[in-house]
Nanobody
């Protein structure tokens, strides 16, 4: 069974940076597309960034140019570097691993709060 464990959330001032990490275990990491999603209070969960097994990436328009997703296939980890953070980036961030139908896994989430 796939397990995902996020780390790296916290409180940061506007304009600051944070790096989230997600440790993957329980299956073959390299065949999964990995993603970061977020959910703010009262809003639906939304895609932030995604990276395929081949390294192709895509980002939500709201984070393009500020966030970078990367994966380390040797360490079974996926990271999200977040720069120039804004108050509207405040949310619980979730790591996701997906492979076809029926293989869709989520981490427990990590809180990111951007506030002065």
């Amino acid at each position: 069974q796939v397990q995902l464990v996020e780390s790296g959330g916290g409180l940061v001032q506007p304009g600051g940076s944070l790096k989230l990490s997600c440790a993957f275990s329980g299956s073959i990491f390299t065949i999964y597309t990995m993603g970061w999603y977020r959910q703010a209070p009262g809003k639906q969960r939304e895609l932030v960034a995604r990276i395929t097994s081949g390294g192709y990436t895509n980002y939500a328009d709201s984070v393009k140019g500020r966030f970078t997703i990367s994966r380390d296939n040797a360490k079974n980890t996926v990271s999200l570097q977040m720069n120039s953070l804004k108050p509207e980036d405040t949310a619980v961030y979730y790591c996701n691993a997906v492979r076809g139908t029926g293989h869709d896994y989520w981490g427990q989430g990590t809180q990111v709060t951007v506030s002065s």
